[in-house]
């Protein structure tokens, strides 16, 4: 089969993005305590903690489950728990083995399956996308939970990150 060389690019920088999110969310959690962590503003408010295992579950659901045919096993409303279920060091583990599976299927993955459909979560606006689009959606979905991150380890840490080249001030 002959490259595609869009194709590729577009693999290969799917899974060098979710490295980059990884990162910084890693160096987020570094900064924070574990209670940090799992604080809220309020009941409408996620708490990093939140937001790791609903990163974790929509990764497992999109790309390990709709892509990679592996079972359904997440139960999205447990990711948004109003008291802390699970500790953060376990969370943590918990994402970073899940981004990095679903690094290795898109790594892995022929070019010429990125137009196949798949139904990873059926019943939602997405249902029935090609697994292009569910990939553009999983990698979307993480770099805008990792601002969320961001901005609330500043606002928990009140402090600046320097998570990319650093500023003079």
């Known amino acids: 089969m002959p490259s595609n060389a869009v194709a590729d690019n577009f693999l290969a920088f799917a899974y060098k993005r979710l490295q980059l999110s990884q990162q910084d969310i890693a160096n987020c959690l570094d900064k924070l305590s574990d209670e940090q962590i799992w604080q809220r503003g309020g009941d409408y408010e996620n708490s990093v903690a939140n937001l790791l295992l609903h990163l974790e579950g929509n990764l497992r659901q999109w790309i390990l489950h709709g892509i990679d045919d592996q079972p359904d096993v997440r139960q999205r409303d447990g990711e948004f728990t109003l008291a802390p279920s699970t500790r953060p060091a376990d969370a943590r583990a918990r994402f970073n083995a899940t981004l990095e599976e679903a690094c290795q299927v898109i790594a892995a993955l022929p070019p010429e399956r990125l137009l196949l459909v798949v139904n990873p979560q059926p019943g939602s606006k997405w249902r029935n996308a090609t697994i292009l689009e569910a990939i553009f959606l999983a990698v979307g979905h993480v770099q805008l939970h990792t601002g969320q991150i961001i901005l609330l ?17």
Request: glycine share 0%; no cysteine.
């Open 153 to 169: 380890t500043k606002q928990l840490t009140a402090s600046d990150l320097d998570l990319s080249t650093p500023r003079k001030r």
